[in-house]
């Protein structure tokens, strides 16, 4: 089985050791680095329908099929932590931009999301899907934090902040507020509301809002 080492505090990258023949499939525009002996192949992985569904959430049409033996490095392209998922036969979803690697053992795919919540939320109309047995591993923006929700149990996060969760979790999407808060509240529009059981995985930053905010602070021209 590959090894893997997670790197650094604030901006956390990833390392693969992979031994002879040992595959694993990532976002090609996450690569930092691989050692010579390490192969490089763009792949269909799980078929054409399944890449397409891929494209569909932001991701990559072909993904990059890394064959060892060597090391390999990814990264994100913002400051945050690597998140290790592992697998037992569950699926889980996951916001569309966060994915960096995952094993050969993994199925890659895409689901439709709740509609306002990608409209609104920031996230993509689709959500990354994965599912069978292996580690698939994500990056989240500032810190993150896994909560294990009970059956029943149920927590509401900002839509932008809530960076996976497994498939048994049931959610919804509500507007919080009136015209006034959509207009000018500073906390978000729309709050996702997760069920359990399951394993949600929230991120302290959101990269929607922090790409809204430089934009907004942009000087214009007159």
């Given amino acids: ?26 976002e090609g525009g996450h690569l930092i680095y691989k050692d ?7 792949r269909l992985k799980g078929g054409l329908l399944r890449a397409i569904a891929r494209e569909l959430t932001g991701g990559t049409f072909f993904l990059l099929e890394v064959e060892g033996p060597g090391s390999v490095a990814f990264s994100s392209f913002f400051p945050g932590k690597v ?12 916001e569309h931009t966060s994915f960096l690697m995952c094993e050969s053992s993994v199925e890659y795919s895409a689901t439709l999301s709740r509609l306002s919540a990608g409209l609104f939320g920031g996230e993509g109309i689709f ?8 580690a698939v591993f994500l990056h989240g923006e500032g ?16 839509a932008s902040h809530l960076l996976a969760m497994d498939s048994s979790v049931n959610y ?38 922090f ?5 907004k602070n942009l000087p214009r021209s007159s």
């Fill in 1 to 26: 089985m590959p090894e893997y080492q997670i790197v650094g505090n604030d901006f956390q990258y990833l390392i693969a050791n992979l031994q002879e023949g040992e595959k694993i499939y990532a």
């Fill in 36 to 42: 010579s002996s390490v192969k490089l192949n763009a």
């Fill in 83 to 94: 998140v290790r998922i592992d697998l037992n036969g569950e699926k889980i979803l996951a």
């Fill in 127 to 134: 959500l990354a899907e994965f599912y069978g047995n292996g």
């Fill in 143 to 158: 810190d993150v934090q896994e909560i294990d929700l009970q059956e029943g149990q149920a927590v509401e996060i900002e």
């Fill in 172 to 209: 919804t999407v509500t507007r919080v507020g009136g015209l006034k808060t959509m207009l000018f509240g500073d906390e978000g529009l729309f709050f996702v509301k997760a069920i359990g059981p399951g394993r949600i995985w929230i991120r302290s930053a959101s990269r929607f809002q």
């Fill in 211 to 215: 790409v809204a905010s430089i934009l």
